[in-house]
């Protein structure tokens, strides 16, 4: 089934199928690869906005009810910004 007459291969497969098994393997990896650089939060920088606006209005809430003094909202404020 697999073999011709000319030996091992031909138009079922066999090497020639083989091959191709690690060129997937790479190009599955590179688009993986790829896929997480776009997402990253490094590079993204609406994702790093986002979390940042959340996080200094939570920082401005808990600020605005009292659950922390002055010293340290501008403290933490200022971690925030770096």
Known sequence: MFCNRFG????????????????LIILLMVVY???RAINSKKLNPAVVDS???KAMAILNERFATG????????????????
Do not use: A, C, D, H
């Open 33 to 35: 690869f790829m896929y």
């Open 8 to 23: 091992v291969g031909g138009s079922y497969g066999g090497p020639n199928f083989f091959m191709m098994i690690p060129m």
């Open 51 to 53: 979390s940042l606006s």
């Open 67 to 82: 659950e922390i003094n002055e010293e340290e909202y501008t403290s933490k404020k200022n971690e925030l910004q770096r």
